[in-house]
């Protein structure tokens, strides 16, 4: 599937411009970036309280 994804994008932007595709766990990304929005918020509310 990724593969097809970078064959279709190099159609319109060429290959070597495209990044690297890969797959990845959507729940762990997800949860890692609610995890750093988090901690950015509470570190961005202590330096300003």
């Given at each position: 599937m990724i593969?097809?994804?970078a064959a279709r994008s190099a159609f319109y932007i060429p290959a070597?411009?495209?990044p690297k595709l890969?797959?990845?766990?959507w729940r762990q990304d997800y949860l890692s970036g609610l995890q750093h929005?988090?901690?950015d918020l509470m570190?961005?509310?202590i330096k300003f309280d």
């Open positions: 593969d097809s994804i070597e411009h495209l890969v797959a990845s766990d929005l988090g901690l570190i961005s509310r």
